[in-house]
């Protein structure tokens, strides 16, 4: 007999199946939930297998609780990966691109300025890069080390500040990493450098009282921003953000307190030199306006062996875009990187136009000073050019070519070229005043070697004096790092 008809039988059978199923999904149901609380139990009591000291500044030492967070993190020594503008990949910035040498004439970057890599390589690349032969301050270790927040509770950061690049050599040695993002006791995410939260202060905010998600991202604006050294003696990293996050607002504070970081050798124009504003620049993008933090693409979950864990690999999501991006968009991975590069190809497109105006400009107003111009002729011409660079280097020098906000990062680089080229009209006026002839020749600038020759960079004299220095430093640096580590209150 069919169950159907046992059912049309007996009209009570049906009520017993129906009362048996539900007690079968409750009971599934019960026992999944219990499975998913244990697992969630195990990720937020985080048993450590050994405790953390307060200021621990090794990685390794973290990384025995953390196996899988630790091997992820370590694998940001990986520099396989390139993608059509960045990776992980040594890239030479000033090769690929002589405008900028130009551009920088008269500041360190103009010797040597690479892509960012993976943050295992923090230190190693601060002590090669030619930039650390001219005198720097110590706040230039400020997001390189996990050793800084231990040296800021020491010393105190105005003192960290006030130092000397070298003078703390020996000190920094371990790269960013655990300590620069997690209370060791917790493990919840921390804010370690006091500047992040000094700009939250001036701005009426408490950084404690940032949500989750919010932290997500600003763990990374410790170090991903605009900043500037404040005080010619005290060097006080501060973010300049008083007037807000934009270009814009960023350029009137400068203008407020009147900020110079060089004096540019051909046009003499007092430049600003903008860091790397990611933070600042993802903000006015839509993933930011969704909701979507840093961590969300760059630090994706992972599974291993039915473990969820967050992925330390930072480096470029198009390397893991199933992770990275596929969890909230749908399409292929092809159609994704071809998104991304379309708005980077854009931006890059409007980016060499504001090179090639900016560098035109420095280049006529050197002439006009050959032809007897005084720079009080020119100050109109000045102020243009050195808003005109900074909205440039602003885009320029944010990580992405622009893909954290492709509409804002066009905005500012069309800025850019506006004012470039009304500085270059002006500084035509100048020249005919002065009889010359309103066409300046430009140079060859097709290499870096031809851009560095045309500023007056000797670059092979540069190059031994840094070897010379790393020879004699860097192995009593390391000597006495060693020293201290095997001590018992590291
Ligand atoms: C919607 C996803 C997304 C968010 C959110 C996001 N990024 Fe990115 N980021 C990207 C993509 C895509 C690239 C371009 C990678 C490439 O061209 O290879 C990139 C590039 C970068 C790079 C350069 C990578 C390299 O290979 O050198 C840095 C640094 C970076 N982002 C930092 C940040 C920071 C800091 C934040 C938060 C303030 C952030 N990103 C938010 C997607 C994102
Ligand atoms: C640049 C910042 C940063 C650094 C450096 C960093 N983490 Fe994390 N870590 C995060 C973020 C963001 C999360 C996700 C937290 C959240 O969503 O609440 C996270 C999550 C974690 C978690 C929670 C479990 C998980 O995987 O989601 C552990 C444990 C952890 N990290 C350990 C480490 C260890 C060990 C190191 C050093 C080897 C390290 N982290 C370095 C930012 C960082
Ligand atoms: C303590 C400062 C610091 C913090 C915090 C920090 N970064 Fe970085 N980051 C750096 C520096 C410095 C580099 C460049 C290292 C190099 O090239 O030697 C870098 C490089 C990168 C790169 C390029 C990696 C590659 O392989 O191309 C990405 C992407 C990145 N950071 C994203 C992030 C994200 C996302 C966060 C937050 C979760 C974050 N960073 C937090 C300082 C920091
Ligand atoms: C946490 C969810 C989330 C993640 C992760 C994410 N996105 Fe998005 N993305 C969004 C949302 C939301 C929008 C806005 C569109 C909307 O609201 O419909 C968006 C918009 C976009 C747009 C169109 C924006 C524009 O400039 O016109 C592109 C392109 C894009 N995402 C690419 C990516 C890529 C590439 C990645 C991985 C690196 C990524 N997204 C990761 C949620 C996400």
Known sequence: MKITELIQRHPWLAWILFGGTAVIVFLVG???????????????????????????????????????????????????????????KKRDLLAEDPLNVVLWAGYAFSREYNQARGHYYAINDIRNILRTSVPQPATCWSCKSTDVPRLMNKMGPANFYKGSWDSLGHEVVNNIGCQDCHDPKTMNLRITRPALAE??????????????????????????????????????LTFPWDKGFSADSMEAYYEEVGHIDFVHTLSKTPILKAQHPDYELYRTGIHAERGVSCADCHMPYKNEGGVKFTNHKIASPLENIAGSCQVCHRESEETLIKNVNDRQDKVMEVKLLAEKALVAAHIEAAAAYKVGADSSELVPALKLIRS?????????????????????????????????????????????????????????????????????????????????????????????????????NY
């Not at 430009?442 to 670059?459: E, H, R, V, Y």
């Open 30 to 88: 019960w026992l999944g939930a219990s499975i998913m609380e244990r697992r969630s139990e195990a990720v937020m009591q985080y048993q450590m297998v050994k405790p953390i000291a307060d200021w621990e500044p090794r990685n390794e030492v973290w990384g025995e609780n953390f196996p899988r967070e630790f091997e992820t993190y370590r694998s940001t020594t990986d520099t396989s990966f390139e993608s059509k503008y960045a990776g992980s």
């Open 199 to 236: 700009a939250w202060a001036r701005q009426g905010k408490d950084i404690n009282t940032a949500t989750r998600q919010e932290m997500r991202s600003l763990v990374c604006a410790q170090c991903h921003v605009e900043y500037y050294f404040k005080g010619k003696v005290e060097k006080y």
């Open 388 to 488: 005109a660079q900074w909205r440039w280097d602003w885009v320029s020098a944010a990580n992405a070519v622009g893909f954290h906000s492709p509409l804002e990062a066009t905005r500012v680089l069309s800025t850019s070229i506006q004012r470039a080229e009304e500085a270059r009209r002006f500084i035509t006026q100048v020249l005919i005043k002065h009889k010359a002839s309103p066409v300046v020749p430009m140079p060859d600038l097709s290499t870096k070697a031809k851009a560095q020759a045309f500023i007056g960079l000797n670059m092979p004299k540069l190059t031994a004096e840094k070897n010379e220095w790393k020879k004699k430093v860097l192995p009593v640096w390391d000597a006495k790092a060693k020293e201290r580590q095997g001590s018992a």
